[in-house]
């Protein structure tokens, strides 16, 4: 199984940056990850939030390989704690699913196509963080998933 992190332009901010590819250098260990970077979108100013969202959502949808399980990184999707997040990703590996995409939006979320593209909406806090920090704290709950599934003493009960 492969998983992808597809996320909307690049990270601006260089420790995110460092902290984010730690964690990617540390799940390669475990699975074939990779993270896809759609380009941010150029001359916003003249675009409304709608057609900034719909726009971005059309290169999203682009770049998921068809039959993708898709999970969108959303404020109103499922929480779970660590371990639960863990049976989450274990039941992925049990699936025969080939390929998993965790999708980031951009500053204003995902367009209504991108919605109805998903089969899941997972949420990693109640709490607003930056599209960017959300880069580096999943790849670490990511990380922290599957030294939970392989009984490593990283996560402590």
Do not use: C, W
């Not at 109640?126 to 939970?148: G, P």
């Amino acid at each position: 199984m492969r998983i992808t992190l597809l996320v909307v332009g690049k990270t601006t901010d260089s420790i995110v940056e460092s902290l984010t590819n730690l964690y990617i250098q540390r799940l390669k260990h475990y699975i074939d990850f990779q993270m896809v970077v759609v380009p941010e979108l150029k001359n916003t100013k003249a675009l409304s939030e709608q057609e900034q969202k719909t726009r971005e959502g059309e290169f999203i949808l682009k770049s998921i390989p068809v039959g993708s399980r898709i999970v969108l990184m959303d404020e109103r999707g499922a929480e779970y704690t660590s371990v639960e997040f863990s049976q989450k990703i274990n039941s992925y590996l049990n699936s025969g699913v080939k390929n998993v995409v965790f999708v980031i939006g951009g500053p204003y979320g995902f367009s209504q196509e991108v919605y109805d593209a998903a089969q899941e909406k997972i949420s990693l806090s109640k709490m607003t963080f930056s599209h960017q920090m959300v880069r580096a704290i999943f790849a670490e709950q990511l990380y922290r998933a599957f030294t939970i599934i392989k009984g490593e003493p990283y996560h402590h009960q």
